[in-house]
């Protein structure tokens, strides 16, 4: 008998056997991810409580077999399910409790296996003026990965990490921590207060392997009174930096606090549909001369047909409010860019439509009911729909299903490159120029946003689209993802995130940093059996 054998029967004992997976369709499944990997997942793990956690990982320590937790698993494009080395997946998708949930000062307390699309219909019961902050993913993920991996959402709490508090975190040898005031019974201010007194440790498991967490407070915007949102284009690349410097300005001056996008036109085009493989006779990447056609043809939106279109929004207090914010926007933002439009929506219109264009049994939407300006505006709204997930089958010679989008599944190939780059025009040209460059010499079309959720920096993500199943197409991607990622460190453009392929690919550091943090791994996992690996 193995150790894995061993502790799969010990976790049985205290799980249940039904929450102990090992069939080799589901362990294969789980293996799966967006681009080639190699890892083995031996079983899954499925705790239902802080407690079974707490467990779960005494018996990984007593029989020395690594734990990979998950909280929905839907990492795509960085690594969805496959662990950064070989390690038995702790699944926390059963513990989806919304613990907690106060109007008036705007935050619910929540579990790993809690989703965006869980949160905003509860809120929606509760007839609530809160709304949840969306990501360009499916609103099935869960709001916990994805501050564990310092994400970004849409709108003004859209720097994930920076509006949450009070997490409970199962170290690795079973100990329980609660951070900032919620280690004291009986606080009042554990769920308000991101600090606390003394040093803050939050900080330590947020990509990182130091620790599981089970439960979090999250912070969540009130809806304004009105709310705009702007969508603007520029139709020449040379305006891209003059264009940046000003939303920079804005986002500091406060006149912008909103997330700002900037979605180049091969992104654009993504998401409206899928690659034109006989246009192409099946060559790619895409010609400048098919993707003007694409562009007059096939815009969705009006503004949106330049080589760079943006989105923001602004939530003003009253109509006059409003009408200040707009004509401020009109003088700062209008002589910068070539197309701008303002829509203004009324929350309950809003959600009346996506009720209109659910299916009530399957809860899918059906996306020929909503036009793609409806989807924009709806992620401000914290409205979810699919995100922009269709992307991931651009490349794909079948076509993208209408409901039920599972990239892992059907073999769409995606890789994300994130590196964060100052908020000015010259460092975004710079590393815009790097990415495009190395994209088409792999053969692919330089895909990109670029997202302002900060007001000093800007986090890059560059696609890597294509077609798992099509020979070659995998090891050109990685190729491609780690010859990018190289040139963008060597010019000090380095990523906010990591693939689990590239945890150890960064350039050297100066300083103590990772002795440091291995002497605290060595000391809160001694028999290192957390996500051996990931961001060591
Ligand atoms: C088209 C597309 C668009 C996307 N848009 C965005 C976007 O706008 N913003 C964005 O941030 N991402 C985006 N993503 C990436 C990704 O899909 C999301 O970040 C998603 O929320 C992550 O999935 P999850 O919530 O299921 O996290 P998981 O896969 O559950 O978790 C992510 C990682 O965090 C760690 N982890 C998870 N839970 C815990 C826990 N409880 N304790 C300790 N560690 C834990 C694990 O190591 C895990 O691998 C996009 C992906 C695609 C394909």
Redesign the pocket.
Request: avoid cysteine; charge should be positive; charged fraction near 10%.
């Given at each position: 008998m193995n150790n894995y054998t061993e502790a799969m029967m010990t976790w049985k004992l205290i799980l249940g056997s039904e929450n102990v997976l090992n069939s080799p369709e589901v362990l294969k499944s789980a293996e799966t991810a967006?681009f080639q990997t190699a890892q083995k997942i031996p079983l899954i793990i499925r705790p239902g409580n802080r407690e079974e956690v707490q467990s779960s990982l005494k018996i990984a320590n007593d029989f020395g077999t690594p734990v990979?937790?998950?909280?929905?698993?839907?990492?795509?494009?960085?690594?969805?399910?496959v662990p950064v080395k070989d390690a038995v997946i702790m699944d926390?998708s059963r513990m989806n409790g919304i613990l907690d949930y106060n109007e008036e000062l705007a935050y619910v307390t929540i579990e790993?296996g809690v989703s965006c699309r869980q949160l905003y219909h509860f809120l929606r019961e509760k007839k609530s003026r809160l709304m949840v902050s969306l990501?360009?993913?499916?609103p099935d993920?869960?709001?916990?990965?994805?501050v564990?991996?310092r994400?970004?959402?849409k709108g003004q709490y859209a720097d994930?990490y920076a509006n949450v508090c009070g997490f409970e975190v199962v170290l690795p040898t079973g100990e329980c921590l609660n951070s900032g005031f919620e280690r004291f019974d009986g606080a009042k201010a554990g769920k308000v207060n991101r600090w606390g007194v003394g040093p803050v440790l939050e900080g330590l498991?947020s990509q990182s392997n130091l620790?599981?967490?089970?439960k979090l407070t999250l912070w969540l915007q009130p809806f304004p009174e009105v709310l705009q949102t702007v969508f603007f284009s520029v139709s020449d690349e040379a305006k891209l930096p003059e264009l940046i410097d000003t939303l920079r300005d804005l986002r500091l001056s406060g006149a912008i606090r909103s997330s700002v996008s900037l979605l180049n036109d091969y992104r654009v085009q993504s998401e409206l549909g899928q690659y034109p493989w006989e246009r192409m006779n099946n060559k790619s990447p895409l010609s400048p001369e098919i993707l003007r056609t694409m562009k007059a043809i096939n815009t969705g939106m009006e503004t949106w047909d330049g080589v760079w279109n943006g989105e923001t929004a602004l939530y003003s207090l009253s109509a006059a409010h409003a009408d200040a914010d707009e004509a401020h926007l009109r003088k700062v933002l209008g002589p910068k860019v070539d197309k701008i439009i303002f829509h203004r929506q009324n929350l309950s219109s809003m959600a009346d439509l996506l009720e209109q264009a659910t299916d009530p049994e399957s809860g899918n939407i059906d996306r020929q009911k909503v036009t793609y300006t409806e989807c924009r505006m709806l992620g401000f709204m914290g409205i979810p729909l699919a995100?922009?997930?269709p992307?991931?089958y651009w490349k794909k010679r079948t076509p993208t299903p209408a409901s039920d989008l599972n990239?892992d599944r059907d073999g769409c190939g995606?890789i994300?490159c994130s590196p964060t780059v100052p908020f000015n025009g010259k460092d975004i040209e710079a590393a815009s120029e790097i990415i495009s460059r190395t994209m088409r010499e792999f053969g692919f079309e330089p895909n990109l946003c670029l997202?302002g959720v900060t007001d000093r920096s800007i986090d890059i993500?560059a696609?890597i689209l294509f077609d798992r199943d099509i020979d070659g197409e995998d090891r050109k991607a990685i190729q491609c993802y780690n010859k990018m990622l190289g040139r963008l460190c060597t010019e000090g453009y380095i990523p906010y995130r990591l693939t689990i392929h590239s945890m150890d690919a960064l350039l050297e550091e100066k300083g103590d940093h990772t002795a440091v943090l291995r002497k605290i791994k060595r000391v809160l996992d001694p028999v290192n059996i957390l996500?051996p690996g990931?961001y060591e």
């Open positions: 967006t990979y937790p998950l909280s929905t698993g839907k990492n795509w494009g960085l690594g969805s399910r926390l790993p990501t360009g993913s499916t993920a869960s709001v916990i990965g994805n564990m991996e994400g970004h959402s994930r498991f620790g599981v967490v089970t995100g922009s997930v992307i991931t990239p995606i994300w997202n993500t696609a996500a990931r």
